[in-house]
């Protein structure tokens, strides 16, 4: 199937609805309108498109005549669609590894101090990474620990043999099935340049190997470069935990400096955060005309600085735009990845300035301030400076802000949800494990990913997470799935009381916490790998992260990160689940590779399900499997009744002689 038209109904977000109508009377384009215009190439889409050499490109369509067209080489449809697929894995896992790569050589530059503005915000969490690191902790400094860890990590991006070290963070059976199938990624970059040659024109033109090779360079991602990137951006900026913000586009403040912060990285955000609280910036603000700084984030970059500052958030990916549009932003400061170009010409129609900011990314009509860890605080106190002195210039005729905001709790880390349950000296999963033993939780998923103008903006997040929600399945959230669902208030206790059946809500009213939680930004989904792990050696479920009764979804996915994070966690047991469409479809036999093939040999499975009902469907009738499995409770809705305080509610309206016949009989 092609991937489907832009849907009559662009989005579910009232604040993006309200800019997208604006645009259209302004008469700019957004990506909504440019998705209308531009039907997707319905070849490509379904991965039957190989461009892989100079003989073609060759279009693998196939006729009455020619049920089964091969390119000019000879390659089939399979080779193909299997090709296309594990390059878009290479390209996923490079990303999101080379942010890892940068946080090391931040992480390195603190050690040296070298790293202006930075420091070890978490010292227990460095001790912690240093034991997976093989780093000697005992008798030294933080520094010096530091210096170690960071070289350590350094070296896993170039090491050509042997095993990525965080490897051994998943439970043995995972290792043992890895190692079996010789899918332990050796060094970072090495399984990324593995791919690249082996889909090179004249190499690996069996899919099944091709995809097993993509299996071990998405695992080179998910137990190597993002794993680290996480464990790094914690010991640089802190370990997050629960906080009160806001998100959508009414974060925007009328009468203050708007400075958005998009992409990825936490590094200079961290910075832009400290230098717009400096007094003498906030002064200098004032004696603009403004009432002072406001910061807001998009995307991932917006979930770091959400998470650990409490940065309210002008929303997810296809907000990005929107955001410009109000008028009031007076620079958006963008790094890496999920950076619209279209950004650059609409900054032009406003008084916005744009800036990049990373040494690998430079956009045409951009002001390019280059981020170096060494002067990152000057660097950022220079960015906000320029958005202050271009406060004047914001043409007050065209501003127009929606009042859209919604508020969350951000910062779930693994470590705050072992906490919760049982405090600094029981934390553990325990209760958590007994809650689906009991079948008070039917099980867990994580939803996650992008949002796609070829679906309804947030839709497929919100429908998909309020349906688990009401079947007692516990949600974590990470990227824009988790902004998107924080602009319906899901990402909150009270959504518990609303939309939850009575097991979770009992569960989340117990330890006191919302039934979606956000566990951070797209990077972050490798904190969800280690609850999931954390769930198995705790016992009751199993002893692998394929026996536990959870899913993992992208219903509105489109980045190559989002492939690789697939690919990650069905090499890790979990059976995943996209939305939107299937860039496979061209290819029965990859279908069946990535589905049936994986689920024997991995036990987890990537499925491309473009209808949303259908993913909760699959996505329960796999938890129900699983709790058979485990020779669980069948999972029975109504077993709990009302959870405590909704019983309580009830109560109170009832004369006291009839609450004691209640409660006691
Ligand atoms: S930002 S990769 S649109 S989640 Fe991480 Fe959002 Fe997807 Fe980019």
Not at 156 to 173: D, I, L, P
Not at 438 to 447: D, E, F, I, N, T
Not at 582 to 587: K, M, Y
């Amino acid at each position: 199937m092609a991937n489907p038209p832009v849907p009559e109904l662009k989005t579910i977000d009232p604040a993006a609805a309200e800019m997208i109508k604006r645009a259209e009377e302004l008469g700019y384009s957004t990506v909504f309108s440019r998705a209308a215009k531009m039907a997707p190439c319905p070849i490509g889409a379904e991965g039957a498109c190989c461009q892989m050499c100079n003989m073609g490109p060759c279009r693998l369509v196939p006729t009455k005549a020619n049920p089964n067209p091969v390119g000019v080489c000879g390659a089939t449809r399979a080779t193909v669609a299997a090709r296309n697929m594990a390059r878009h894995i290479a390209a996923g896992t490079a990303a999101h590894s080379d942010h890892g790569r940068d946080l090391a050589f931040t992480l390195l530059a603190v050690a040296e101090d070298e790293a202006q503005g930075y420091e070890i915000r978490d010292p227990h969490k460095l001790r912690v990474v240093a034991g997976y690191m093989g780093v000697k902790v005992d008798g030294r400094t933080d520094k010096e620990i530091c210096k170690d860890v960071a070289t350590a990590m350094i070296a896993e991006f170039g090491k050509q043999k042997g095993e990525v070290k965080y490897a051994s963070r998943a439970t043995k059976k995972r290792q043992e099935i890895w190692r079996q199938l010789d899918l332990v990624p050796r060094g970072i970059d090495r399984e990324v340049v593995d791919t690249l040659h082996r889909t090179h024109m004249g190499d690996d033109q069996d899919a099944n190997h091709i995809l097993l090779g993509s299996l071990r360079t998405s695992l080179a991602d998910g137990w190597a470069g993002a794993m680290m990137a996480t464990d790094m951006s914690d010991i640089l900026f802190g370990t997050p935990s629960p906080a009160v913000t806001q998100v959508n586009l009414g974060v925007l403040k009328g009468d203050e400096v708007n400075i958005l912060m998009h992409g990825h990285e936490p590094t200079l955000s961290a910075m832009i955060v400290r230098a717009s609280m400096e007094p003498a910036m906030i002064e200098y603000a004032k004696s603009k005309g403004a009432k002072g700084i406001n910061l807001a984030g998009v995307c991932c970059t917006s979930n770091e600085v959400l998470m650990r500052q409490g940065i309210p958030s002008a929303g997810n990916d296809l907000n990005q735009e929107l955001a410009l549009m109000t008028g009031v932003v007076e620079t958006m400061v963008v790094d890496v990845q999920c950076i619209m170009q279209a950004l650059s010409d609409l900054a032009t129609k406003f008084h916005t300035k744009f800036v990049t900011t990373s040494p690998k990314v430079m956009i045409t009509g951009a002001e390019h301030i280059e981020f170096d860890e060494h002067h990152a605080l000057d660097l950022a106190r220079r960015i906000v400076k320029d958005a202050i002195d271009n406060y004047v210039n914001r043409k007050t005729n065209v501003v127009q802000i929606p009042t859209h905001v919604s508020d969350l709790v951000p910062g779930f880390s693994h470590e705050y949800i072992r906490y919760m349950m049982g405090g600094q000296l029981r934390g553990s999963f325990r209760p958590l494990n007994d809650a689906i033993m009991s079948g008070r939780l039917r099980g867990v998923a994580g939803v996650v990913g992008c949002n796609n103008p070829r679906v309804t903006h947030d839709k497929g997040h919100y429908d998909i997470v309020k349906e688990f929600l009401k079947n007692d399945v516990l949600v974590v959230q990470t990227g824009c799935g988790a902004l998107a669902n924080a602009k319906y208030g899901l990402l909150l206790g009270e959504a518990a009381m609303e939309y939850c059946g009575p097991g979770l809500r009992e569960v989340c009213e117990a330890i006191g916490i919302p039934p979606v939680l956000h566990m951070g930004s797209c990077v972050d989904n490798t904190r969800i790998l280690t609850v999931l792990t954390e769930m198995a050696t705790e016992g009751g479920l199993g002893e692998d992260i394929s026996d536990i009764p959870g899913v993992g979804i992208a219903p509105e996915w489109m980045s190559e990160k989002a492939l690789a994070i697939g690919a990650y966690f069905a090499a890790s047991g979990v059976y995943v689940l996209f939305g939107v469409s299937s860039p496979i479809e061209s290819s029965d036999e990859v279908v069946k590779i990535m589905s049936e093939g994986w689920e024997k040999i991995v036990g987890g499975k990537l499925e491309f399900v473009p209808d949303d009902a259908e993913i909760v469907r699959r996505s329960l009738a796999h938890i129900d499997a699983k709790r058979a499995a485990l020779k669980l409770p069948p999972y029975q809705g109504d077993k709990y009744g009302k959870s405590g305080d909704a019983r309580m509610n009830e109560l109170l309206q009832k004369p006291l002689k009839e609450r004691i016949a209640a409660l006691y009989g």
